[in-house]
């Protein structure tokens, strides 16, 4: 079982930058593929980037790629999403996942576990 909280969310201005935390307990964290999705008013949940159970294969959608960085630590039992130049479309509740396996995956339905979700809002 694997329980996962997402913080760093908040209000930015377009251009500006913030770095979105997932905490995971259980001891085979680093067993876990994790990802992180978005889900923005009135649509629907989105895949934003995702890394394997090592780190060393990444995966981001053509939206973010350039400007999102996903990484992980091992030692902390936490997931980071680092986001620079955001723009007012990016603006959605960003959602922690895990999959016990290895690789990279994209859609929702791999994920065996979420998170609460936090919200980021982007200003124009």
């Known amino acids: 079982q694997v329980q996962l909280v997402e913080s760093g969310g908040g209000l930015v201005q377009a251009g500006g930058s913030l770095r979105l935390s997932c905490a995971a307990s259980?001891?085979?964290?680093?067993?876990?593929?994790m990802g992180w999705f978005r889900q923005a008013p009135g649509k629907e949940r989105e895949f934003v980037a995702a890394i394997n159970w090592s780190g060393g294969s990444t995966y981001y959608a053509d939206s973010v790629k350039g400007r999102f960085t996903i990484s992980r630590d091992k030692a902390k039992n936490t997931v980071y999403l680092q986001m620079n130049s955001l723009k007012p479309e990016d603006t959605a509740v960003y959602y922690c996942?895990?999959?016990?396996?290895?690789?990279?995956?994209?859609?929702?339905?791999?994920?065996?576990?979420w998170g609460q979700g936090t919200q980021v809002t982007v200003s124009s």
């Open positions: 996942a895990a999959r016990y396996s290895g690789g990279t995956y994209l859609h929702d339905d791999d994920y065996d576990y």
């Open positions: 259980g001891r085979t964290f680093s067993t876990y593929a």
